[in-house]
């Protein structure tokens, strides 16, 4: 994927920290729940203490969700491992898949992997989101420009409260989150008639971003459904 280890060495919490941490992203709801105690700190445990993993797992699950689905988590995050990722930490992985495989529909699965269409740390315009969207007929039931440009930013709601995707700090834009999109490049790479990816590097005749000669770029190019 043309990236580098020490985007992947993150900084860890201590067991405390980590249920803590856990605790505030899931909301005082969990504290009511005792039925979920047991399996909500095998999950943080799951975690290894990875900030990032523990957030993204904690906007993934909701204590109305009872302690069945929470256990179908819990194995889940044990058994999904990354693949192709040079240096990609386990438990950071299954935690960005749960909550990928834990979106509404989709429609807004297809739209964060089109955020995978820009480099890596690419302050992304919502409104190429929405040309996209619109181009591959990617949102069902939308009959104007208008129309997909309210479900692009009501999944992009969504996908900030998962942690998925993050706050720009140029207006009416979108990041996301270097480790979070090498995750999504490894689950488009394993649906090939929702996506081709590709990795290429500008200089290698690739093509490239303009001003970025040297930016190791990923593009994801076919049909959605």
Known sequence: MGCKDDIFKVQTVNKEEAWELFRATVGESLDNNPDLSHV??????????????????????LPSNGKHEWNTALQELKNSLPEN??????EVYSCIKLSYD??????????????CLFPEDYDVPIEYLVKYGLGRATFRNTNTVEDVRNKVH?????????YLL????????????D????????????????FMVRSFDAEDGGGGWPGDKKLQTKNIAGQFH
């Open 179 to 194: 480790i979070v999109c090498d995750v999504a490049i490894s689950i488009a790479s394993k649906d090939p008639q929702r």
């Open 40 to 61: 909500a700190k095998l999950i943080v445990d799951e975690c290894k203490g990875l900030p990032i993993a523990i957030i993204t797992v904690g906007k993934a699950l």
């Open 102 to 115: 834990k979106l509404d529909s989709d429609e807004v699965k297809s739209c964060i992997l089109l955020c």
């Open 154 to 162: 009501s999944f992009i709601g969504q996908l900030k409260r998962r």
């Open 85 to 90: 990722i040079p240096g990609m930490e386990p």
């Open 166 to 177: 993050l706050d720009s700090l140029k207006e009416e834009c979108i990041k996301m989150h």
